[in-house]
């Protein structure tokens, strides 16, 4: 799925005015520098003297960068560059991680629970951590008509 952002480029007051055909005009290039978005100067505009913006449209997990030109308005040809990195530019990273981060707990729970040690007591299942010292979860046991068991267990509550 592709991201359209918003980016900018400064050129400066001495650069205003120059949107259009002739005018400020963008390519965009991956990591080798090949072309992935040939020159276009559509869709560009000035928001402050020399100061234009463009909505971009970037490839699913792409590297690479935004070269901005001044295009034929003006006597010399100035460039500016702008990298895109999907690990640093794309917001649905930031999504991702704080994803990820919200589960980290449940699974070193899981992880402690699976690689420690673990046993019963009277009617009761204890969870340790892999140091084997550390309790993590405690569970109640009971046989198949709810009475306290550690013999013929049949369901187990979190105590």
Do not use: C, H
Request: charged letters at 20%.
């Amino acid at each position: 799925m592709s991201l359209s952002l918003l980016k900018n480029v400064d050129f400066g007051r001495s650069r205003a005015d120059a949107t259009g055909s002739n005018g400020i005009g963008y390519t965009v290039l991956d990591y080798a520098g090949n072309i992935v978005v040939p020159r276009t100067t559509s869709s560009i505009y000035q928001t402050a003297p020399g100061i234009y913006a463009s909505d971009i449209t970037f490839p699913d997990r792409f590297n690479g960068q935004v070269l901005w030109d001044t295009g034929t308005a003006f006597t010399a040809v100035s460039y500016a560059t702008e990298q895109y990195n999907v690990e640093e530019n794309d917001p649905r990273v930031s999504d991702t991680w704080n994803m990820v981060s919200s589960m980290t707990g449940s699974i070193k729970a899981l992880y402690d629970m699976s690689y420690g040690r673990w046993k019963i007591v009277n009617n009761q299942m204890l969870f340790y951590a892999p140091d084997n010292v550390t309790l993590v979860a405690t569970f109640n046991l009971f046989d198949d008509s709810g009475t306290p068991s550690m013999d013929a267990v049949f369901e187990r509550q979190r105590a």
